[in-house]
């Protein structure tokens, strides 16, 4: 009896059987092909509505930014895997068993690493991680040969420059912010368009990596801080393939995941000093006032309240909202963390001056593991690395 919950864990499930069978055998054993069959049908009815992005995280598979957790065959293929590198495989509509069975024979072929390939319907992300030694100059290697900006789908905007949707849409999320803060309803639908502006940009500027640029001369910081946090964020889940919907909730989630702020006095998120103990009380409660906002609000993608609660939780849970030490952060929270983090120490404030990009690079790393993600840290780094460096050419 199967306990399957999701078209994509059936997946998983046939194919690390497939691979398994082919190792013993070949990949056009006929106990292969049939496991190839089950598994393109299983994820057929889904296909037809738009591609499947299948991450693969510490042995977990993250559909759609939800962990649908381990098992016997989703470790197996896991580590199958990163044998070869590969952190996520996408799959589209009109993948066929033929497609999935060379998946197979490309996996299970001896001295095959170098060759293995994208199908037209099943694309593969290549990843590797490595710590830095003391005379090398990167902290990890994302390899990026199947992932192209230019395959993200026309998000139904216009192409524009990053400073020009930067400027125009912070003064128009600061607006949504005040209605709020006045106790108005939030205009999701606002919200929404702010993000595909931004996922437009991106898309049209390929490596231009606006976020670099933060928007630190405008006087409200919870302001500029979401905006720049929403674009970290949609940079990193772009070099890990994420596209569509997804993608744009991704934003949504970031753009929204200091909401709770709004409902501190506002002369705590002014003090140009660090917080007393009291202050920093009232501060801490704003995860927990930002997610049973959103919860009420309709229209807020689910994420979105996941991320607002979580994003102060950190990887080894230490963090705050206190919670058991089983919780398990959404991916998402942990990319929000990172981007959080990282926009935080670049920017100025009252009682300290801003931070160096390598000197931030830094932090991170130290923090990889404990506070945040080690795997997604690296893959920020490596985005980092790359823009940084298509700047100064």
């Known amino acids: 009896m199967t306990t399957d919950r999701h078209p994509a864990q059936t997946f998983c499930r046939h194919l690390a059987t497939a691979l398994a069978t082919a190792a013993l055998y070949d990949s056009r054993h006929a106990q292969v092909l049939r496991l190839c069959q089950l598994a393109a049908g299983a994820v057929r009815p889904i296909l037809d509505d738009g591609g499947l992005a299948l991450l693969f995280v510490e042995d977990e598979l993250v559909l759609e930014g939800c962990s649908l957790g381990r098992g016997m065959y989703i470790d197996r293929l896991a580590r199958q895997l990163r044998r070869f590198g590969i952190s996520h495989l996408r799959l589209k509509a009109g993948l066929e068993a033929e497609e999935i069975r060379s998946l197979v024979e490309q996996l299970t072929t001896a001295g095959a690493q170098d060759r293995i390939h994208a199908l037209p319907h099943l694309g593969i992300g290549r990843v590797e991680v490595r710590y830095r030694q003391a005379n090398e100059e990167s902290d990890g290697i994302i390899d990026e040969r199947n992932f192209r900006v ?7 905007v216009p192409a524009e420059t990053a400073e020009e949707v930067s400027e125009e849409e912070l003064a128009r999320f600061a607006e949504i912010c005040e209605a709020v803060r006045r106790k108005r309803q939030l205009h999701v639908v606002g919200i929404s368009e702010i993000v595909a502006r931004f996922v437009a940009a991106f898309t049209s500027e390929a490596g231009n990596f606006f976020a670099l640029a933060p928007l630190r001369e405008l006087d409200e910081y919870t302001f500029t801080h979401s905006i720049n946090v929403c674009t970290l964020n949609i940079a990193q889940a772009m070099a890990l393939g994420i596209e569509g919907q997804m993608l744009h909730d991704i934003g949504v989630a970031a753009l929204l995941h200091d909401m ?15 917080l007393d103990e009291e202050e920093w009380q009232l501060m801490r409660q704003h995860p927990v006032r930002g997610a049973r906002y959103l919860l009420e609000t309709p229209g807020v993608p689910r994420l979105a309240v996941i991320v607002a609660y979580e994003h102060h939780i950190q990887y080894d849970t230490q963090g705050y909202p206190q919670v058991g030490t089983s919780w398990k952060q959404n991916l998402v929270s942990q990319i929000t963390t990172i981007s959080d983090v990282f926009d935080a120490l670049r920017t100025e404030r009252a009682y300290r001056g801003s931070m160096q990009v390598h000197q931030i690079s830094q932090i991170l790393l130290q923090n990889a593991g404990s506070k945040l993600n080690p795997q997604l ?6 985005v980092l690395e790359r823009v940084t460096s298509a700047a100064a050419s």
């Open 150 to 156: 230019e395959d993200l789908p026309e998000m139904g």
């Open 260 to 274: 709770g702020k709004l409902f501190l006095p506002e002369e705590i998120l002014t003090k140009e000093g660090q």
């Open 377 to 382: 840290t690296h893959n920020f780094l490596r």
